[in-house]
């Protein structure tokens, strides 16, 4: 069974910076390309961020280029997604998930998900 676990978030000034991490249970970390995605209040889950199993390809949604980086370390098992110059905009749950395939925006095809963890950016 895997398990996801976020954590690292909470409540940041607009400007501010945080970084989410996902551990990554019951498997190794570099079986899974990995993603991270967050969730509104009232609106769909999107992309944000994804890595590659080896971590050599990243890519990322165009509203957070250059602001946020992902990155992962295998022999930790771990996947984090640092954010700088953070925005009211990006207040949401952030999600860490997993996919057996290849390295995708969509969430569909991710097969594991974290709980989530809450990032709210105040004004």
């Known amino acids: 069974q895997v398990q996801l676990v976020e954590s690292g978030g909470g409540l940041v000034q607009t400007g501010g910076s945080l970084r989410l991490s996902c551990a990554v249970s019951?498997?190794?970390?570099?079986?899974?390309?990995m993603g991270w995605f967050r969730q509104a209040p009232g609106k769909e889950r999107e992309f944000v961020a994804g890595i590659s199993r080896g971590g050599g390809l990243t890519y990322y949604a165009d509203s957070v280029k250059g602001r946020f980086t992902i990155s992962r370390d295998n022999a930790k098992n771990t996947v984090n997604l640092q954010m700088k110059d953070l925005k009211p905009e990006n207040t949401a749950v952030y999600y860490c998930?997993?996919?057996?395939?290849?390295?995708?925006?969509?969430?569909?095809?991710?097969?594991?998900w974290g709980q989530g963890t809450q990032v709210t950016v105040s004004s």
């Open positions: 019951g498997r190794t970390v570099s079986t899974y390309a």
């Open positions: 998930a997993a996919t057996r395939g290849s390295s995708s925006r969509d969430p569909p095809l991710y097969d594991y």
